[in-house]
């Protein structure tokens, strides 16, 4: 990821309304908002329907069209760039599903529910619901979960996005997968 020093000054400068920081920052986060893009869709087959580049154009349009974004750092933006990446491939799946008859819930495994194709569109709507249903349980692992699985952020940058010690978030992974794991088993 690029440096805090090149990423925060420009994230604070967008949030005061400088349109320029806006285009001064998207070379900078585009290489790594590509490898956000590529770990959802890293092991899918040459023919999906969704690209990175289009997984990380509709991401980025949402990112700009939010108003007076309260951006912290470089680490709260790649955060959010992974939530709404996740939100646009689970829109994806639920549009597919909902033009196939039935669709009817599976059992899956976390690993395997984090490696999207839209053959497994049910699955990555089911971690989806799963995530929600921890987000009721324990906000914060659900957070933890986005962050790293979906953001891509380590367990330092996810320690220092949550303002937690490493230790918390590596024990707090363990059970927030666990969690997962049983969920959606039970679908």
């Known amino acids: 990821m690029q ?17 320029q920081a806006l285009a001064q920052l998207l070379p900078i986060v585009y290489q790594e908002l590509r490898k956000i893009a590529d770990g959802y869709l890293r092991r899918e ?8 580049t289009a997984l990380i154009h509709e991401a980025y349009m949402r990112l700009v069209d939010q108003s007076l974004p309260q951006w912290q750092n ?3 933006f790649y955060g959010v760039a992974a939530q709404l990446m996740r939100q646009i491939l689970v829109e994806h799946a639920r549009a597919q599903l909902a033009q196939k008859r039935g669709g009817g ?15 497994k569109a049910a699955e990555l709507v089911a971690l989806d619901d799963a995530l929600n249903s921890l987000a009721e ?11 790293r699985y979906f953001g891509g952020l380590s367990v330092e940058e996810t320690a220092h996005v949550m303002n937690v010690s490493m230790a918390t978030i590596t024990r707090e992974q363990r059970l927030a997968q666990a969690w997962l794991r049983r ?4 679908n």
């Open 183 to 186: 969920a959606l088993r039970k």
């Open 105 to 119: 819930a599976e059992q899956v495994e976390l690993d395997d529910a984090l490696n999207y194709a839209p053959e």
């Open 3 to 19: 440096s805090f020093h090149e990423i925060t000054p420009l994230l604070v400068n967008w949030r005061q309304g400088d349109e």
């Open 137 to 147: 349980f324990d906000e914060r692992k659900s957070r933890l979960i986005e962050l």
């Open 74 to 76: 470089r680490a709260h």
């Open 45 to 52: 087959r040459s023919d999906h329907t969704l690209q990175p």
